[in-house]
């Protein structure tokens, strides 16, 4: 017993923080406060050094508190907590998802590099790649979840500027088709164009599944990053960030993160932390109740097809499913048989299901990816990778699963269709 590990969700209650040294509290206090006192000016003075890397840290020594854009004890221990679900060896805590995406590309991507990133991706991480890296004269190319490792190699032999590629950027599923991207054949390829002199980054944002259902860095990832926003808070009350990844990657980050001045604040770093004490028990029920939903939506008339990782017909997605992720997850999208008429008569017919973008809530949200979180994206893109007029998206949350059935149920009930849908549906209902 005396080796025993404990679990990362035993862990969440207490790993970083000695109650001893914040009068006995049990919970880690917010420490609301900018700017920290030396008791010398030589531990200031070594705390600088340390925090410049104007010299290597001493055995057993720790970075001392500062200044709370440098550092802060809610952040400190909440980055200690996030690192055990990944393994990761460090971490870095943000005020936004795009925040955390923004740093690292800005971080490791300079003028004339290569850029080969997975589509589709969050709309916003879309907008940046191309409209922001490419201004700072950053080269980008896109492949999709249908590239096999061949195909890819020789779109990069095509474009004439694979010997620039310096990161490979991929979002896996995939928001909002939940299309899978096989980590371990996109660390092949970085490996591929890998030498002793340049290391090919692999970053993978894993939001979908969160720190629970997926371990990118056990696939070969370098870095993993996450909207902790989604289901790390869980409660659609905080807008926050991370990355993970090794010491010597993080402490590049978090140089930068300093720089830019884009470190969550401390209020955030409790919040984050009240909600990590929760995470298992919210996943876990959120993907019991994302599988019942899916099998009601599986059958349905009025549903065309439904994007959810635990019903995939592609066998290569089965593969990759089955290599790396421990969970179909709470994200369930669909066509409609229609288009936007129909998709906006049952997104606006719902009850308890509620009309709203983000995900990874305890309550369920529902949105039209065309026009909210991927209005940014051109229809031509849009139409490439399935986010179609008649596609929906569902993060479903921790209610009663036969009250989200109900709900779905009534207002795909409402759905007026045209006489061209009503045949369709007509001939489901007659092979069924």
Known sequence: MEHHQLKPESLMMSFGYKPELSEGSIKCPIFQTSTFVFQTAQEGKSFFELAYGLREKEENESPGLIYSRLNNPDLEILENRLTLWDKAEDCAVFESGMSAISTVLLKFLKPGDLLLY????????????????????????????????????????????????????????????????DISMCRAIADHYSNTEKHILLSVDNTYMGPIWQHPLAHGADLVLYSATKYIGGHSDVIAGACLGSHSLIAQVKEMRTFLGNMAGPWTG???????????????????????????????????????????????????????????????SFDIKGGETEAFAFLDN?????????????????????????AGVPPEGRMAH???????????????SEDLIWDIGQALEKVTVTTEVKDSINVSLIQV
């Open 118 to 181: 997975s589509n589709p991706v969050y709309g916003g991480t879309s907008h940046f790649i191309k409209d922001i890296l490419t201004g700072f004269g950053i080269d980008v190319l896109p492949f999709s979840a249908t590239d096999t490792k061949e195909n890819i190699l020789e779109r990069l032999k095509q474009s004439g500027k694979a010997q620039n590629l310096a990161m490979i950027y991929i979002e896996t599923p995939a928001n909002p088709t939940n299309s899978l991207i």
């Open 270 to 332: 409790w919040l984050l932390m009240r909600s990590l004490e929760t995470l298992k028990v919210r996943m876990t029920t959120q993907n019991r109740n994302a599988e019942r939903v899916a099998a009601f939506l599986q059958d349905h008339p009025k549903v065309e097809q439904i994007y959810f990782l635990g019903s995939i017909a592609d066998p290569r997605q089965q593969e990759i499913y089955n290599k790396q992720c421990n969970s179909s997850g709470a994200m369930v």
């Open 350 to 374: 719902l009850k308890l299901i509620k009309l709203a973008v983000s995900l990874g809530g305890t309550e369920s949200l529902a949105e039209h990816p065309a026009t909210m979180t991927h």
């Open 386 to 400: 399935g986010i179609s007029d008649q596609l929906v998206r569902l993060s479903i949350g921790v209610e009663n």
